[in-house]
């Protein structure tokens, strides 16, 4: 009988222990590389400080396809994660599904109608309301380049992709390594994209990849596209296929290439190898996209708790999300910029600051487009097919009007 | 009392591992056939749509292309691994001195998984770094070996890797079946004067049938399941153009929300290897009863 009394007295102790913090969160992510585990956990620092303890549930896997899986499972067991890293359209497929918590109390009493610019709050609302925060918003339309291997070659850099052409043939004839590529489908698809808005223009991009308008993805700009991306095959050394984009960068590092299109975590690259921009590594629009901006928000969406306790911990971590230290060493640590507005922005690099003039700038032209390549735009499904059909493409012999062709065949065979 | 327990013994002992392949085997299979009628995207999702994920699928080029490779790689890889692995077991037949360290080394590839082959595979066909910068160093400045990056013949080089991978197994079958033929009859044909290849193209081979046909269906269904191969060796590249019906697969189903479409995939990768299995288990089955 007294053994019992001391069980039952220890199991109170330890209830009433675990009720005094003031909750918990679970959050699934894949940020698990170096200057990413640092980032997420500088996160839950900043939660530990306001009295959340904090689970990771850490899947590992570059393009997070583990994690989601992961997730899927957990979430049709009926156990989903408080917070989970999901991004673009994907919000919508598991709004729709009815997983995800609004949070709009605490995006309320923070203002992030004005915090954020319209484009990114867009995606992170379902039906009008908040379910998920947004972290950073990396451009993808960058064009790193080695200066060293321009003035070797005689070359300038380009501005469009005609003057690419012209400029990529004297590196060739130089004997470099034009263009650095990893032939890996997202990667085509980088490159594909990026002659999607330097050929097309913003509106098109817009047309044609967002909205899926037939007549845009079946026109004749769309056939300039693929005659474009196909000279580029000219320009990339035979070992690409299955390279991966670090060691791509770091072919343009150490001179062997002039080019990379890549978005701007390829910038943690360059200053992992103590390279300096502006010097020893130059970062420019992709050509033809100067005025544009081709954005990759990383958010963390929240799921439905039965738990009160802990919806009141996913309302506090929202809120550190988009708190300014936060968003400053995060997107200090990943390369990219905050996705909060009008931050101080001395501590970044010029590159960035390039990258948050055009975020600015081109959100009042139009300029300012969700990436397709990065899952920003379009479902899965048709990104996948989009994927498909330019690294087939550019893998092949194609021409660009059977590629066109195809390009439109498969993007109404997924939607 | 007791004879009625010794009666129910083998059920009761059998019933969890019957249940569990019920279940885990045939249910799922069953589950999988019903997505792929429906319209499930990233969950499933009971919307049935009939056979619209099968046509979307035989109109996907992609998929094409995968049949086109499993094709090609089952030939290949099925006829290239019965070659030499009747060879190799013929070879070590002939009471050879250190058999046993040979067929070891022979067999030793089956150790290794094809995460392992492939990536190895990769480096070693690789241009810049393998067998075409080898040649080239010694001296052969024109020497080209690029199966690997030719869109054309990458399917190829998953070939090289799973003939490596599972020819010493294939001879390990064969030399076990050499080792069952009778005795007498090759000495019938020796006293016959038959030539020693004769002997074992008109005799041992013949004998061998059976073994053959095991051999076969080990390999095939290998064939059709391989997926780390390809994920590890090519990734399905250049492009898409050495992808296998098991990438598509996965692809739709996990990665890309079409879970509709790669269930009907799944669906007729089962029918292709039922294709095979149950013609062989037909005839193996009258065999025994005939």
């Keep these: 009988m007294k053994t019992k009394l001391a069980v039952l007295a220890s199991v109170a102790a330890l209830s009433s222990g675990s009720l005094a913090s003031a909750g918990e969160v679970e959050v699934l992510h894949w940020w698990t590389s170096g200057g990413e585990a640092a980032s997420v956990n500088y996160l839950k620092e900043k939660l530990g400080e306001a009295g959340v303890s904090w689970t990771d549930f850490a899947v590992a896997g570059g393009g997070g396809e583990n994690a989601m899986t992961v997730l899927k499972s957990r979430a049709i067991s009926g156990n989903p994660p408080t917070a989970a890293q999901i991004k673009g359209p994907s919000i919508q497929e598991w709004g729709n599904l009815g997983f995800l918590a609004s949070i709009d109390s605490v995006a309320k009493s923070n203002d992030w109608d004005n915090l954020l610019p319209g484009v990114v709050s867009e995606v992170m609302k379902y039906k009008g309301e908040y379910v998920a925060a947004p972290v950073n918003v990396h451009r993808v339309n960058w064009l790193w380049a080695n200066p060293e291997v321009f003035r070797k070659a005689g070359a300038t850099i380009p501005t469009t992709w005609d003057d690419f052409m012209v400029q990529a043939q004297k590196i060739k004839d130089a004997g ?59 320009f990339i050394d035979s070992n690409s296929p299955g390279r991966d984009w670090n060691v791509a960068t770091s072919m343009v590092i150490n001179g062997e290439a002039g080019m990379q299109i890549m978005g701007d975590w390829a910038k943690g690259e360059f200053k992992v190898a103590g390279k300096h921009v502006g010097t020893d590594f130059v970062c ?95 479902s899965e499904a048709v990104s996948g097919a989009i994927y498909d059909t330019a690294t087939n493409f550019f893998n092949s012999k194609t021409s660009a009007k059977e590629g066109a062709a195809q390009l439109v065949k498969a993007i109404n065979a997924a939607r | 009392m007791k004879s009625a327990l010794q009666q129910l013994l083998p059920k009761l002992v059998l019933a969890p591992t019957t249940l569990i392949l019920v279940v885990c085997v045939y249910g799922f299979i069953g589950w999988t056939a019903l997505l792929s ?26 998929w094409m292309v995968a049949l086109e490779n499993l094709g090609a790689f ?83 080089t998953i070939v090289i890797a799973a003939v490596w991978q599972s020819s010493g197994f294939v001879m390990a079958i064969f030399l076990a079946g050499l080792r069952g033929v009778d005795e007498s009859l090759i000495n019938a044909a020796e006293i016959d004067g038959a030539p020693h290849y004769k002997i074992y193209t008109r005799v041992v081979l013949p004998i061998l049938r059976p073994v053959f046909f095991s051999a076969i269906v080990i390999l095939l269904h290998i064939a059709i399941k391989s997926f780390d191969l390809v994920q590890s060796l090519t990734g399905g590249g250049p492009g898409y153009s050495s992808d296998m019906p098991a990438n598509f697969m996965y692809t739709h189903a996990f990665n890309r929300a079409q879970m509709g479409l790669g269930a009907a995939s799944a669906m007729v990768m089962l029918f292709g290897i039922l294709a095979v299995i149950v013609p062989y288990l037909y005839s193996e089955l009258r065999e025994k009863n005939g």
């Excluded at chain 2, 499933?44 to 699928?57: A, E, H, R, S, V």
């Design chain 1, 176 to 234: 470099m390594i034009a263009l650095a590529h990893g032939g890996q489908a997202w990667q085509d698809a980088t490159v594909f994209e990026a002659v999607v808005l330097g050929v097309g223009g913003p509106g098109y991009y817009r047309k044609a990849f967002v909205e899926l308008d037939a007549d845009a993805i079946n026109s004749a700009t769309t056939v300039k596209v693929f005659e474009t991306f196909g000279k580029l095959r000219g």
């Design chain 1, 284 to 378: 420019v629009a992709s050509p033809g996209s100067s005025g544009s901006f081709t954005f990759n928000v990383d958010s963390f969406a929240f799921f439905s708790q039965s738990d009160a306790e802990k919806a009141k911990a996913q309302g506090v971590m929202a809120g550190e999300i988009l708190g300014v230290d936060f968003q400053r060493v995060f997107n200090l640590n990943k390369g990219s910029i905050p996705a909060r507005l009008g931050m101080a922005r001395d501590e970044f690099d010029s590159c960035a600051h390039d990258s948050m003039d055009a975020f600015v700038s081109s959100s009042q032209t139009g300029g300012l487009v969700p990436s397709f390549a990065h899952g920003m735009a379009v």
């Design chain 2, 37 to 62: 009628f429906t319209k499930s995207r990233m969950m499933p999702q009971w919307d049935f749509i009939g056979l619209d994920q099968y046509i979307k699928l035989f109109d996907n080029p992609r």
């Design chain 2, 74 to 156: 089952c030939f290949f890889f099925i006829l290239i691994c019965l070659l030499l692995g009747v060879v190799l077991a013929i070879f070590l037949d002939q009471k050879i001195r250190s058999e046993g360290a040979l067929r070891t080394i022979y067999l030793y590839p089956m150790a290794v998984s094809f995460i392992v082959t492939g990536t190895a595979w990769k480096w070693i066909l690789n241009p810049g770094l393998g067998i075409e910068k080898l040649i080239r160093e010694i001296g052969f400045q024109s020497f080209e070996f690029r199966w690997l990056i030719d869109s054309e013949m990458a399917i190829y």
